[in-house]
Every structure is written in C-alpha cells, then in structure tokens.
C-alpha cells in the first residue's frame, strides 16, 4: 500500500481534460513540494511536474499541476493518444525520512 | 545533457548481495548541487526510492527505512559513478531498478534506463 493515494484509472477520450489527484497528509504532501512523473510502457518514468506546478522544458503545457492542503492534482488538457501511461506523484515524507510514491494511475485515452 | 547509464547483473541468488553501478556523462558525482539515487519498482511495491549519496563538501547517505540495515550506496569520483549494494536479497527484491539523478527541489531527473533484477536460485 502506497503512502499517497492515487487512484487507480483515469480515461478520457481525444481532446478531454483529465485530472489525477494525489492524496497525503501534514508529514508529506501537507509539507513539501509535490511531483509528478509519467511511465510510458517499457521506459522509465520521466519527470513531467516539479515544485506542484512547474514544468521542465520539453513538457508540454497542457501538463499541469496544482497542490492546495494535503492534496495535489495533475491536469491534462487537450488528452493525446500519446498521453496514454501510468502517472505517479511523489514527495519528501518526514515520517519516513525518504521520498514516497503514489501507487499509480493509469490513463486510456 | 545529463544521461546515465547503468550495469549490473540481472540474477541474483538468495541471501546474495545485489550490485549495481550508474554511471554518470554531463554531471559529477562530486557536484555540491544534485543528489544520486537509487530507486526500484516492482508490481507488489510500487515505485519505492531506496536512498541517495550526495557532496556537500563532505558526502553523506539517506537510506530508506525499510532497507537501511541491508544498503549502500557509494560514490565513485574516479569513475563518475555510483554504485548500490543490497545484501541478504530475497524474492521480494526482484524489481526493475533505476538510478536517478535529483537536486534544488527539481526532482528525479534524468533517470537511467532501469535494470531487471530477479533473485531466485
């Protein structure tokens, strides 16, 4: 059982907006900053979100996140076929004194 | 561009210890700024960071708490490189393992390509 809570699925079809929430408490999410990576089948994950909302170069804007309390999101507009992969948020725990994952979501288009 | 390339066998037996080392092109192990992990994923355990070696004008380690007592993670300044080591492996270490570079609140990036480590006799 993952420390964040994601959920498990997300869909949407070509053009949609989605959104994928991440749920911590005051020892992690509550605390630190959030971020986000996507997993296309086969690759490693890849940093698409850091600091809740800002984006490295090379991501495109319709990636998006937001954090308000002990939960963050991430939104995806104008949804790709492309876009299709498992999402995971993660963030500093002082509990655990490490980082900590999400269990994942995965997202049809 | 940062790119990292890892090696490492891919059987480990019980009760061995696993080994594998990240080597590092267009960043130093040595840098004040970023920190070097190791982080593994398995289908029972998700993505689960396991610890990091870090310059600070003297190098220090964190270790997740769930296999402190069985890692290490070393630096290696001649070779740019680092390294994991995690002994008395059982089955429950078969996972896909992936170094990583972090730093400044940037997050995992880059990763390198991940390494399927399966324990089994």
């Known amino acids: 059982q993952s420390v964040l809570t994601q959920p498990p699925s997300a869909s949407g079809t070509p053009g949609q907006r989605v959104t994928i929430s991440c749920s911590g408490n005051?020892?992690?999410?509550?605390?630190?900053?959030v971020f986000w990576y996507q997993q296309l089948p086969g690759t490693a994950p890849k940093l698409l979100i850091y600091?809740?909302?800002q984006r490295p170069s090379g991501v495109p804007d319709r990636f998006s996140g937001s954090k308000s309390g002990t939960s963050a999101s991430l939104t995806i507009s104008g949804l790709r076929s492309e876009d299709e992969a498992d999402y995971y948020c993660?963030?500093?725990?002082?509990?655990?004194?490490?980082?900590?994952f999400g269990g994942g979501t995965k997202l049809t288009v | 561009q940062v790119q990292l390339h890892q090696s490492g066998p891919g059987l480990v037996k019980p009760s061995q210890t696993l080994s594998l080392t990240c080597a590092i092109s267009?960043?130093?192990?040595?840098?004040?700024?970023?920190?070097w992990n190791w982080i593994r994923q398995s289908p029972s355990r998700g993505l689960e960071w396991l610890g990091r070696?870090?310059?600070?004008?003297?190098?220090?380690?964190d270790y997740a708490l769930s296999v402190k007592s069985r890692i290490t993670i070393n630096p290696d300044t001649s070779k740019n490189q680092f390294s994991l080591l995690l002994n008395s492996v059982t089955p429950e270490d078969t996972a896909v393992y992936y170094c990583?570079?972090?730093?400044?609140?940037?997050?995992?990036?880059?990763w390198g390509q991940g390494t399927l480590v399966t324990v089994s006799s």
């Open positions: 005051s020892s992690n999410t509550g605390r630190y900053n």
């Open positions: 600091r809740n909302n």
């Open positions: 267009g960043d130093s192990v040595s840098s004040n700024s970023v920190d």
């Open positions: 990583a570079r972090s730093g400044s609140d940037k997050g995992f990036d880059p």
């Open positions: 993660a963030a500093w725990d002082d509990s655990l004194s490490g980082v900590v």
């Open positions: 070696t870090y310059y600070r004008s003297k190098w220090y380690d």
